[in-house]
């Protein structure tokens, strides 16, 4: 569900004739990405019998500051995109909202190899 803005803009880029590359690309996106993929592994982890209550609470707890870290990420996002004096790097921005969600989706895949 939160790749759905990605493929929305990779349509509309494949048949729009004036946009450029970097449309496809958007930090929010990303962001959005990494939050979704965090709430769902609470909501995951909430019907896992298979895992001791001290590790749950750990996945708990990084998905927790996951989710904390990519909202104050959404923030600076929005921030950036209004404000025109350019007091944040949005190239920055969309590197580390990049990195952070590879590494949820790598922490989100370890859930679903676990299970099965």
């Known amino acids: 569900m939160g790749a759905i803005p990605f ?3 990779l349509f509309i880029y494949f048949f729009s004739t004036k946009l450029k ?3 496809i690309v958007s930090e929010v996106d990303m962001v959005t990405f990494g939050l979704v993929l965090n709430v769902s592994n609470i909501n995951e982890l909430d019907g896992r019998s298979d895992l001791d209550e001290r590790k749950k609470s750990i996945y708990v707890g990084l998905s927790t500051v996951a989710i904390i870290i990519f909202g104050v990420i959404l923030g600076v ?9 350019k007091l944040f790097n949005a190239d920055r921005i969309k590197i580390g ?3 952070l969600s590879i590494v949820s989706l790598i922490f989100s895949y ?3 190899v676990k299970r099965d």
Do not use: E
Request: aromatic share 20%; net charge negative.
């Open 97 to 99: 909202s990049a990195v």
């Open 7 to 9: 493929f929305v803009r």
């Open 110 to 112: 370890s859930f679903i």
């Open 77 to 85: 996002a929005y921030v950036a995109d209004i404000d025109k004096t």
């Open 21 to 23: 590359i970097d449309y």
